[in-house]
């Protein structure tokens, strides 16, 4: 079970199954009956006078979102397990928009006197939260956010170039980070940034990122030439090293957490030479978990493992 992998969006498809449970038991039909006579006048979906209403609108919805938690409960392990033809998310989608088709049409039937009740109404609300987390799960930006990481505290805004504030990230004792008592030099490798001028540091003669150095052009256009000119520098030295053997991680490394300065991809774990995987964006921390010569092998958010090739300028937590 991968927690890591769900998102907000897979939050409200488990929120819209709860609420269309909690509708079964309320009442569907309500009859407009006056008198001392007429006595308990509604009727809630587990009645079988309503059948099918149970089974094609309630049940249906649940499975639906069963269907969809436990595909993104397994991960890239189920990317490629179908079933006729379709993942278990696809059944889903396709058993929400059917359920939600029927309880539409539903609330059109009924005989005079008969009106719908809150559950009729509530599941029809539901369904169509269902329906559009299902579906718009993996494009709205809002819902395709993790729900569960397990980074550390950083602070809710960086300055310029992407590094965070100093002295906000990370807690004493984590990832990255010396324990009380211990010698900071000694508890990270000079190779990773430990010391000042060290991996992911600038050196004391370089500046700091984002001003400008002596002899460095200040007009916009020079600048962008500038920028462009270092990113296919960087694209180069990248397809180089990807082309070369992997060397074999490091013994010592100790897992540590970064941001990097600008939006840089994460090339294949077993194929560097291959298309990327994803992509380390500015503002936000990411885990080293095994080190290849210069290359860092980063993990995302979602569980995804990829080589980050260019580490230059990276700032580590």
């Not at 609420?19 to 009956?33: D, G, K, M, N, R």
């Not at 990270?188 to 370089?206: E, H, I, L, N, V």
């Not at 397809?239 to 053997?245: D, E, I, R, S």
Request: proline share 10%; net charge neutral; aromatic share 8%.
């Amino acid at each position: 079970m991968n927690l890591r992998a769900l998102t907000k969006g897979d939050a409200a498809v488990a929120g819209a199954a709860v609420l269309l449970f909690i509708a079964s038991f309320l009442p569907y039909w309500t009859v407009e009956c006056k008198g001392k006579y007429c006595g308990d006048t509604s009727t809630n979906a587990w009645d079988s006078v309503l059948f099918p209403v149970l089974p094609s609108v309630f049940l249906l919805g649940i499975l639906a979102a069963a269907l969809i938690l436990v595909q993104r409960f397994q991960g890239q392990a189920a990317a490629n397990r179908q079933i006729l033809g379709l993942r278990l998310d696809q059944w889903g989608i396709a058993f929400s928009v059917a359920a939600l088709w029927t309880s539409v049409w539903a609330l059109g039937g009924g005989l005079e006197g008969i009106g719908h009740g809150i559950g009729a109404w509530l599941a029809v609300i539901a369904l169509i939260v269902l329906t559009g987390a299902s579906a718009g799960g993996q494009l709205i930006p809002v819902l395709k956010t993790p729900l569960v990481t397990d980074r550390p505290a950083a602070p809710a805004a960086f300055p310029v170039g992407g590094y965070p504030a100093p002295g906000q990230p990370g807690q004493p004792g984590q990832y990255g980070y010396p324990g009380p008592g211990q010698d900071p030099s000694q508890a990270q490798s000079p190779a990773f940034g430990g010391q000042p001028g060290g991996y992911g540091y600038p050196s004391p003669q370089a500046g700091q990122p984002g001003q400008p150095v002596a002899g460095q052009p200040h007009d916009f256009a020079a600048q962008q030439a500038a920028h462009a000119a270092e990113a296919e520098a960087a694209r180069q030295a990248s397809v180089q090293q990807a082309a070369q053997p992997q060397p074999a991680p490091a013994a010592d490394f100790a897992p540590f957490w970064f941001a990097v300065p600008a939006p840089r991809q994460l090339a294949p774990k077993d194929n560097p030479a291959g298309g990327p995987v994803g992509e380390l964006v500015p503002g936000t921390w990411y885990l080293a978990v095994e080190q290849r010569g210069a290359a860092l092998v980063a993990q995302l958010q979602d569980g995804t493992q990829g080589v980050l090739a260019d580490t230059s300028g990276i700032q580590r937590g």
